[in-house]
């Protein structure tokens, strides 16, 4: 009898040191999003993104991608993912809060978030200064990645890159329309992402030989933007580029009907442009609004990976997939591949597995060339952007034209004759 119990104690001992080799049966990450306050329409779809491809990851599925055909991970002995969520309210001093929380109480291995890059600025550096991975997944801001820092990753392209697609976009259309695009106007929320959208826009306006006739920035949370449209009004410009998040976006939208404003184009930078309750809450006034992009559910037609991810995500929360939880749910399988590949919840492990990450575009559901960090910024080097235009209240690609299902609506139809 003893024996028997010294050896099954033995065996127990084995185990324990075999989990704290290969990793817990659970694995905790933290996730920060902006679950209540302005953009919580926003963080709750991000939230969905990944929690779908935690349920992919954790589950046998028959989708041809990565994680998706075993149980959990397979290199940590089938181990869990387990979220645990924190909700920054789009407020930088509590999104660093919550990311020191995540690491030191609910002692999360990584940390994904957090959708607004003033947000993502602060609760990275908690993460820096405790030595905890963390992947960004939508926060756009270039300067997010010139810091130097050791932990940080993103897999989403940045406004560098995304502001001179416009341009590229504009020039096209120039080409393919003959219409003039000049002056343009830039607009926008000044917090962090929208003054750094703004900087980039202004020099790539200028490089591709667009005059710009003004800039006009105003507070996110406005109650009223009458007097800042007036004055972009004023300007008399045949394209605005906007950057604005899902209230502001939605307060501009009735203040341009109400004002009779109606450039030729009106191109967004994503952010409140492209979530779920900016077509919900306008209706036919949400549509021609063009938008960069970096996915679109009519990509799907090429690329049926997508389609099924996407047919997933509409059954399971009855809301389109939308560029936002689209890169959501990216992030996660990057981040549970590196973990896998690890094999260890070791940060310094992961964080080495992240810069050794060589994800092919066809393991993707977005439409880029693949996953691949630079090893002295951390970003992404392997994405790209697209244009959508808002029609009959759906998002279509019209942009690069050879991936475009729908033609460009231009000009932007005046309110009265619509």
Not at 358 to 387: C, E, S, Y
Request: charged content about 20%.
């Amino acid at each position: 009898m003893k024996k028997g119990i010294a050896i099954c104690a033995a065996i127990l001992l084995i185990c324990s040191f075999a989990f704290s080799a290969f990793g817990a049966n659970e694995i905790k990450i933290g996730v920060i999003y902006p679950l209540t306050g302005p953009a919580a329409s926003t963080g709750q779809v991000l939230l969905e993104g990944v929690k779908l491809a935690v349920d992919i990851i954790n589950t046998k599925n028959n989708l041809n991608m990565l994680l998706a055909k075993t149980e959990g991970l397979p290199n940590l002995n089938g181990a869990k993912i387990v979220i645990v969520a924190g909700d920054h309210q789009s407020n930088p001093a509590t999104g660093m809060a919550e990311a020191e929380r995540l690491i030191t109480q609910s002692k999360v291995v990584a940390i994904l978030g957090c959708y607004n890059s003033n947000v993502t600025a602060t609760a990275s550096q908690a993460a820096e200064r405790l030595g905890i991975p963390f992947l960004n997944e939508t926060s756009t801001s270039p300067t997010l990645t010139e810091r130097g820092f050791k932990w940080f990753f993103r897999t989403t392209p940045n406004d560098d890159l995304l502001s001179e697609n416009f341009f590229h976009f504009l020039s096209d259309m120039k080409k393919r329309r003959n219409v003039d695009l000049s002056p343009i106007a830039i607009f926008n929320e000044n917090t962090l992402f929208g003054t750094d959208s703004a900087k980039f826009q202004d020099k790539y306006a200028k490089q591709h030989g667009y005059k710009v006739g003004g800039t006009i920035s105003y507070p996110p949370k406005s109650t009223q933007l009458t007097s800042e449209v007036q004055k972009l009004k004023g300007l008399n410009p045949k394209v605005v580029l906007q950057t604005s998040y899902i209230a502001d976006a939605i307060l501009s939208m009735k203040t341009y009907k109400e004002l009779n404003f109606a450039p030729d184009a009106i191109l967004a930078n994503n952010a409140g442009f492209i979530d779920p309750e900016f077509v919900k809450t306008l209706g036919k006034d949400a549509n021609f609004i063009l938008s960069r992009e970096v996915w679109a559910k009519d990509l799907a037609v090429k690329k049926p990976i997508t389609k099924a991810v996407a047919d997933m995500f509409q059954k399971r929360t009855g809301k389109p997939m939308d560029g936002s939880s689209s890169r959501a749910f990216t992030a996660m399988i990057v981040l549970a591949d590196a973990i896998n590949r690890a094999g260890s919840t070791e940060p310094g492990k992961i964080q080495k597995a992240l810069l050794e990450t060589d994800m092919k575009a066809d393991q993707l559901i977005m439409p880029w060339d693949g996953v691949r960090f630079d090893p002295r910024t951390h970003q992404n080097v392997l994405g790209k952007g697209i244009i959508v235009q808002i029609q009959n209240g759906e998002y279509y690609t019209v942009w690069p034209f050879g991936l475009a299902t729908k033609e460009v609506v231009w000009p932007f139809p005046k309110w009265n004759k619509r």
